[in-house]
């Protein structure tokens, strides 16, 4: 059935030879070792296996024992495939099983970097039930895999997708049962108010600050957190005052309060602001990090002084530290701002050159440079480019070259990116789906925007409301009933698994169409 379903991939996308080199990057997890290139290759046919399993038609397990024997089952193993499933977009219940069934069949014990990604691809789904469900089984048979992190990863997504009142009552339900024996101090105050600082809730956080912060003693932590928070707002006014409240209550402000200040300032290109801090912490006896060096060369790009972006880049070496991957993407995003793309790439080699590699972040900023002044063939060539590395981009940059593609009326270039993705194990962003559709649409190629929506959903993601909707407004006028009764069939079928969201597709109000 898999050889099947690829098979037919395969024959319905004749995929440019520029893009037939792509090839997924496994999800690294922290201090553990490379996998070597057979571990590799094996995480990347479980990964196409889960991935490509018909979903919900036919359970995962019997699938997983009959492809994934017991000797692979180690650490490193089962977290280099949940990180795969998550780059993926796999759907959360299938990351699920494959984590319950390393359980059942592994002789090692789970890490918590593995629950912790399982975790997050449920929430991210918004299946919380079943992420209650799995930390309560945590809970019961292996406790110490209860992190701080997992708490942190669970309290950012009920507050990104559920209220203010349900996030409080999930930091209680973690307090009573969850981590229960634990007693909870300013650490866990802390995971509570940056699950709001991260989604700019900022009113929700001085909330549970204020309610709070009686009950769990403050430290200098907590203030840099509610920093963050309206730096990622965007507030300078509102950051500026709550500094001066945290110096009036005796806090002392530490590199990491001196990094987010310099980082709101050069974010609304008050590159001058910046500076000022950087002598103020100098003079304080705070060395700058290379994050500082790095937020400022970025905010000399927004304020187009790329004449200090270049002068900060070449002080580094002056002042004992070592540029990184991120300096480099700091100075070849002020370059792209400065509109110098050329410069840019050649920074890009050099990266090349010394060993430093490129990141998705490195491919997104030239992928937008090189748009605005090559085009079409330039895109096309630093593909190639990229192809060649054996680079995956992330989510962000697939739909903003699948959108391109589609602009410039290059189809083919969009159905081999969708393509080979699909034959690599990935199941693209809906956000993709919704751009490849309706270019096919738009230019009559509607059997293949419904051949890509069916690989999206035999995957166990959802489409949206949007892309049905168009079409099944096309295929009614082409009078294709059947094809679209079957299209409607799939997406009912996969709503019995799925948490309820107003953006997923519901399928035919009546499904009254003549399908002989």
């Not at 309060?257 to 006896?285: H, P």
């Not at 580094?316 to 110098?340: K, M, P």
Request: charged share 25%; glycine share 6%.
């Amino acid at each position: 059935m898999l050889l099947m379903r690829t098979t037919r991939s395969n024959q319905l996308y004749q995929i440019p030879r520029k893009l037939t080199l792509f090839i997924n990057v496994a999800f690294k997890s922290s201090g553990q070792p490379h996998p070597s290139l057979e571990t590799r290759s094996e995480i990347d046919r479980v990964t196409r296996i889960i991935n490509d399993h018909p979903f919900p038609d036919n359970p995962l397990h019997s699938t997983l024992i009959q492809h994934v024997p017991k000797h692979l089952l180690s650490n490193t193993f089962v977290e280099n495939v949940l990180g795969r499933l998550f780059a993926a977009h796999s759907n959360g219940l299938k990351a699920f099983e494959f984590f319950k069934f390393s359980l059942q069949h592994s002789e090692f014990c789970p890490s918590s970097d593995a629950f912790e990604k399982t975790l997050h691809i449920l929430t991210r789904m918004r299946y919380f039930d079943k992420a209650w469900e799995l930390m309560e089984d945590i809970q019961q048979t292996q406790p110490s895999l209860l992190t701080l992190k997992s708490m942190s990863i669970m309290l950012s997504r009920i507050a990104k997708f559920q209220s203010y009142e349900d996030t409080l009552e999930a930091f209680k339900r973690m307090e009573k049962n969850i981590f229960s024996g634990r007693q909870f101090g300013v650490d866990e105050f802390n995971v509570l108010l940056r699950a709001f600082c991260t989604q700019r809730q900022m009113k929700e956080a001085r909330s549970v600050f204020h309610k709070m912060h009686n009950r769990f003693s403050p430290n200098t932590k907590t203030m840099n957190i509610l920093l963050l928070g309206f730096k990622e707002s965007g507030d300078v006014s509102a950051l500026e005052l709550f500094y001066h409240e945290m110096i009036r209550r005796g806090f002392k402000p530490n590199l990491v309060t001196y990094n987010i200040r310099i980082d709101v300032y050069c974010k609304k290109g008050c590159l001058d602001d910046g500076l000022r801090l950087l002598e103020e912490m100098e003079k304080a006896n705070i060395p700058p990090t290379l994050e500082t060096i790095t937020t400022l060369i970025h905010g000399a790009g927004v304020a187009r002084n790329i004449s200090r972006a270049w002068e900060l880049f070449n002080e580094i070496s002056a002042r004992n530290l070592q540029a990184d991957i991120g300096v480099y993407n700091a100075l070849i995003s002020s370059l792209i701002r400065s509109r110098d793309a050329h410069s840019a790439l050649m920074l890009m080699d050099e990266m090349e050159e010394k060993g430093i590699g490129h990141d998705s972040m490195t491919y997104h900023t030239i992928f937008l440079g090189v748009m605005r002044s090559n085009g079409i063939e330039g895109v096309s060539e630093l593909c190639h480019k990229m192809i060649k590395r054996n680079f995956v981009p992330k989510t962000r940059t697939i739909v903003m070259l699948m959108k391109w593609f589609c602009q410039n009326q290059r189809l083919d270039l969009s159905l081999g990116l969708w393509g080979y993705l699909i034959d690599r194990g990935y199941c693209p962003h809906s956000h993709a789906l919704d751009l490849l559709v309706t270019g096919l649409c738009s230019h009559g190629r509607v059997k293949e925007g419904v051949e890509c929506a069916k690989q999206t959903l035999e995957r166990g993601r959802p489409i949206s409301e949007g892309t049905f909707r168009m079409l099944e407004r096309y295929l009614v006028e082409a009078g294709e009933s059947e094809m679209l009764w079957k299209l409607d069939q799939m997406i009912k079928k996969l709503r019995t698994v799925l948490p309820p969201s107003r953006r997923y597709a519901v399928g035919l109000a009546h499904t009254n169409l003549v399908t002989t």
